[in-house]
């Protein structure tokens, strides 16, 4: 099961026995109205990436260093009011979190090669976890998104961006589409390297290392803490899938409101499908890691929570399925390799399958089913030039075509506030339903 985290925010006002809500007075004996949305930059979009533990992740972490002026951060090389206020040059990258939570460029890759799949086990090992993935951004390293950009400029999200970089040797004959969209593309998430930078890593990269050459340009540019805080997660007592119950998150709600209002933003993981899909409400589906920022009460005298997500301004390109002609597109790049691609995808597949198994309790993969269902599903051939061949004509026959370009796109539209359509906003009553995890910095 992916955790995830949800960031809440707060604002202590002071206390009062009634609130207005719309046109009504409403009585709620004790509520503490909290709005931390304006101590964060613009919201990102993840695309069809699963990193969205990282998301959360670089949200909580960028709050803290914020909050705390960067006290902890080394090198000390950052000018006295870089933490003035939060914008998307110094916040931490969502990419970058990623990148270093799983070490390696296979990592990467198996990312960007597993996350369209629908198949369940692919979709648990695109996951993470963003308590482990926080600390290890504090302790081995974190960029800002002045370095390694984690918004991206359109509904289609970092996932695409990253997608399209691999891409880049698929050209042939004079032709750069391929070539010209990969860089521009390079360009965006890697915004300090030039043209000329960026074409000269492509010279000695292949399209399973080229990610991990970009990155390893800014091995200077590392942030890190002197001084660890300390990260706690608490998780609900039982998470029954089958029958679609939680039980025993009372608590985590009380600590979430305790958190709130003393200022310290809390991090959730919850089931996320009811948001986009009737028919999934009720339904434990889709577990996803958002940020809360703030809590209110509504127009119907109800609280609800304000949720920071990662779906910029296009809720359904990631929770809503996409076109099967979309899920098409993205597949052609796994469907073709050589021999030694296909080897070398396997034993990191394998290593993968195996540290995600000492990981969990349950719901562990089978590791030989989903190696031979990679092998059953793959065409080898003999070059790479002919792998290249098979991809472009794959899709140049699957035209990439979104059933989903914004929040109107089979959306329960009561999640919606239309005034403030980046943000979502769940009754506490409804979103008990959802939430099996909180995580959250415990000292500021």
């Not at 009585?27 to 979009?45: T, Y």
């Not at 990282?54 to 960067?70: E, M």
């Not at 890691?289 to 910029?312: H, L, Q, W």
Request: with cysteine; hydrophobic share 30%; glycine share 4%.
């Amino acid at each position: 099961m992916k955790k995830t985290i949800l960031i809440l925010a707060l604002l202590s006002l002071p206390l009062s026995k009634t609130v207005t809500a719309g046109v009504k007075t409403c009585s709620n004996p004790g509520f503490k109205a909290v709005d931390l949305s304006k101590e964060f930059g613009p919201i990102k979009n993840q695309g069809t990436i699963g990193w969205c533990y990282a998301y959360a992740a670089s949200d909580l972490l960028t709050h803290y260093l914020y909050k705390t002026k960067g006290k902890d951060i080394s090198p000390k090389k950052l000018s006295d009011n870089f933490f003035d206020k939060t914008n998307d040059q110094n916040s931490v990258s969502s990419v970058g979190i990623a990148y270093y939570y799983y070490k390696r460029s296979e990592r990467i890759k198996n990312k960007l090669r597993t996350r369209f799949s629908k198949d369940k086990e692919y979709k648990l090992l695109k996951a993470g976890f963003t308590a482990p993935a926080m600390e290890k951004a504090m302790k081995k390293g974190f960029f800002f998104d002045s370095i390694v950009n984690s918004y991206s400029p359109d509904f289609e999200g970092t996932g695409k961006l990253l997608y399209n970089i691999t891409l880049f040797s698929l050209d042939k004959d004079g032709d750069k589409r391929y070539y010209n969209t990969a860089l521009e593309s390079a360009l965006y998430v890697f915004p300090r390297l030039s043209k000329d930078e960026v074409k000269r890593i492509f010279n000695r990269s292949n399209r399973y290392n080229v990610i991990d050459h970009l990155l390893s340009s800014f091995s200077s540019e590392l942030y890190k803490l002197k001084t660890i805080p300390k990260i706690k997660d608490l998780s609900a007592s039982q998470v029954n899938e089958t029958e679609n119950k939680i039980t025993g998150n009372d608590f985590l709600f009380n600590r979430i409101d305790e958190l709130l209002e003393s200022g310290t933003p809390v991090a959730i993981g919850y089931y996320a499908k009811f948001l986009t899909n009737k028919e999934y409400k009720d339904k434990l589906v889709g577990a996803h890691a958002s940020t809360i920022v703030g809590k209110r009460i509504n127009s119907n005298c109800d609280e609800e929570y304000i949720i920071r997500n990662s779906f910029g301004n296009y809720l359904g390109s990631y929770l809503e399925p996409s076109s099967l002609q979309t899920q098409n597109y993205y597949d052609c790049g796994n469907k073709f390799m050589t021999k030694e691609d296909l080897d070398k995808w396997v034993e990191s597949f394998r290593q993968e399958i195996k540290e995600y198994n000492q990981l969990v309790e349950s719901d562990k993969v089978d590791e030989d089913a989903e190696i031979k269902k990679i092998k059953d599903n793959t065409t080898v051939l003999s070059t790479t030039e002919e792998v290249n061949n098979k991809i472009r004509e794959c899709l140049e026959k699957n035209t990439p075509e979104f059933v989903c370009e914004g929040v109107s796109c089979n959306v329960v539209t009561q999640y919606f506030d239309p005034k403030t359509p980046l943000y979502l906003y769940v009754t506490k009553n409804e979103l008990k339903k959802y939430l099996f995890d909180i995580t959250y910095i415990e000292e500021y």
